[in-house]
């Protein structure tokens, strides 16, 4: 592909905007994550023909999709092993009912097969930790993923995946901790390993987290607001109480250990951009303004 005169990654561009993270949390509230041990194409399941037959890859993808499940594709950071291993991670990431299962079949053909419950394998205290490092679906993740998924795992090895697309390329490096759903952007910007460690006090980084997957992205950027007002970075901190759309704002109730704090959250457009390396055609994505915090 030749670029045009001018072009740069986007995740360059998306740094020098100063592009706000929070409130753009993939949607999911169960994903399931397959180890495809080897090279990527475009897309993990269909491009891949030295991984996984396509046919196959379309037919458990939409197996996946049809039970309204998220699904990436994982594999292990570093040298790839010559023996190949199809490991298996079933996530439920709703708030209060987070779950994490894991398993392992004799080869591909067992994903087509596999309860999508988990029920198949063993519940699992976790965390998977996903980066993606899917650099032929975006060059950014590969540049800036690989890294921070090998700093992760020189410290974490047993938590620590590659994964395929996650969404938000221009705000790779993206991390994603599951059961909880926790997606993160720019990881490698910071020390990525201390994320994890923060994870395991139960606590976030309000700065890098980009929302909570299983929440709207109103919600997700609430969220953001009362820790930036209020202080408590705690994981299972400002569970949303309720929602009130408006003209123009929502108003979003959180629950919280002093009584319950609304946040008054307004949308707007950014300016035309391109969020992807492959994006032609600049176009206008949905952000998020603080109108108000009120406690009790």
Do not use: K
């Not at 740069?8 to 561009?13: G, K, L, Y």
């Not at 994964?163 to 991390?175: E, K, P, Q, V, W």
């Not at 109103?218 to 569970?239: I, L, M, N, S």
């Not at 704090?261 to 457009?269: D, F, N």
């Amino acid at each position: 592909m030749t670029l045009p005169a001018g072009w740069r990654p986007c995740s360059d561009m998306s740094r020098e905007r100063v592009d706000a993270m929070y409130g753009t949390a993939s949607a999911g509230s169960a994903w399931l994550m397959l180890e495809l041990c080897g090279a990527w194409g475009p897309s993990a399941f269909m491009d891949s023909p030295s991984v996984v037959d396509p046919g196959l890859g379309r037919a458990i993808v939409r197996r996946a999709e049809q039970a309204g499940m998220r699904i990436a594709a994982i594999r292990r950071p570093g040298r790839r092993s010559a023996t190949r291993r199809w490991r298996w991670f079933v996530a439920r990431s709703q708030l209060g009912a987070e779950a994490l299962f894991h398993g392992e079949v004799e080869g591909p053909d067992g994903y087509l097969e596999l309860a999508l419950d988990g029920s198949d394998g063993h519940a699992t205290d976790g965390p998977l930790v996903a980066v993606c490092a899917h650099g032929r679906h975006d060059q950014c993740c590969a540049v800036r993923g690989r890294g921070a998924a090998a700093a992760i795992a020189a410290q974490y090895p047993e938590f620590t995946w590659e994964c395929s697309h996650l969404g938000g390329d221009r705000f790779a490096a993206t991390m994603l901790i599951l059961p909880e759903g926790l997606c993160y952007g720019r990881v490698e910007s910071a020390d990525a390993a201390h994320l994890v460690t923060l994870y395991a006090e139960g606590r976030v980084d309000n700065g890098l987290l980009r929302g909570r997957t299983s929440l709207p992205h109103v919600v997700q950027a609430a969220q953001y607001f009362a820790r930036e007002t209020y202080g408590d970075d705690r994981v299972q901190a400002w569970a949303p109480v309720r929602l009130e759309p408006g003209d123009g704002a929502t108003r979003v109730v959180l629950a919280s250990d002093s009584g319950p704090v609304e946040v008054v959250v307004g949308e707007q457009l950014s300016e035309p951009l391109l969020s992807q390396c492959s994006a032609t055609i600049p176009g206008r994505v949905r952000t998020f303004t603080l109108v108000s915090t009120t406690r009790g």
